[in-house]
């Protein structure tokens, strides 16, 4: 009879070892945490003031690209006459050349902006855009976009006074017995003429780039979170977070 409790014994060792056993094998073939998805509201207001901000830029850039197209048809045109001491020459050389950088500067703007849509607009980065971490590097990226469109059309706007400045300088200059004032009056007049389109347009996209990065800083918040770190004998407390 001293077999019998040894025996139970070793059943119930036997039966225990294979529930824990199932239990493990159960608990490893749970999926890990997933990240938990964000409010779908809150992906859409990002994508469309997004949108919102490209629509804006190409239309900037097209209308530089048609007045560059425009200038340099012009200038030529200017350029066949030689009447008025070739003051059309000289307005034609001075409206041509401003034509040529704003064709370029529109293509390159159009190039850069059709890579920053697609980018955006890839279903990868969609979809990573309704995990929280993706929706954060996504308005992150938005408000750095933003903020750099600022600082550029406030760069041009500098010197785009500057050309106006320029204008005036031959305008004037054209009133004050300078030799062959026609041509200093027709460059300047041409200098200014594009100076003050090249001030519009970079005053519009100063302004409504200035208003999509405050939409996107509006949710852009801040985590913190206290980290303990164990160093030695000692716990130290540190800040740690996303901004």
Avoid at 152 to 177: D, K
Wanted: charged share 20%; net charge neutral; hydrophobic share 45%.
């Amino acid at each position: 009879m001293r077999g019998l409790p040894v025996a139970l014994l070793a059943l119930s060792t036997l039966v225990t070892g294979r529930a824990a056993h199932a239990q493990v094998a159960t608990l490893e073939a749970l999926p890990g945490p997933v990240e938990p998805p964000v409010a779908s509201a809150s992906a859409d207001a990002l994508e469309q003031t997004h949108r919102e901000a490209i629509q804006t830029r190409r239309v900037l850039a097209d209308s530089v690209l048609v007045a560059g197209l425009v200038s340099i048809a012009g200038g030529a045109a200017l350029m066949l006459s030689d009447a008025e001491d070739h003051a059309f020459r000289y307005a034609g050389l001075n409206t041509a050349i401003f034509g040529a950088v704003n064709t370029v500067v529109g293509l390159l703007a159009l190039h850069g902006i059709g890579n920053e849509e697609r980018t955006w607009e890839a279903e990868d980065a969609r979809a990573a855009r309704r995990t929280p971490e993706g929706l954060a590097r996504a308005r992150i990226h938005a408000v750095l976009d933003e903020r750099r469109e600022s600082v550029g059309h406030a760069i041009n706007l500098g010197l785009n006074c500057a050309y106006l400045g320029v204008a005036g300088t031959a305008v004037l200059a054209s009133q004050f017995g300078v030799d062959h004032p026609k041509r200093w009056f027709a460059s300047g007049a041409a200098i200014g003429f594009q100076a003050v389109f090249l001030v519009a347009i970079d005053f519009i996209g100063l302004t409504r780039s200035q208003d999509y990065h405050r939409r996107h800083m509006l949710g852009v918040e801040p985590a913190l979170a206290i980290t303990p770190t164990p160093t030695g004998t000692e716990t130290r407390l540190g800040l740690s977070g996303r901004f």
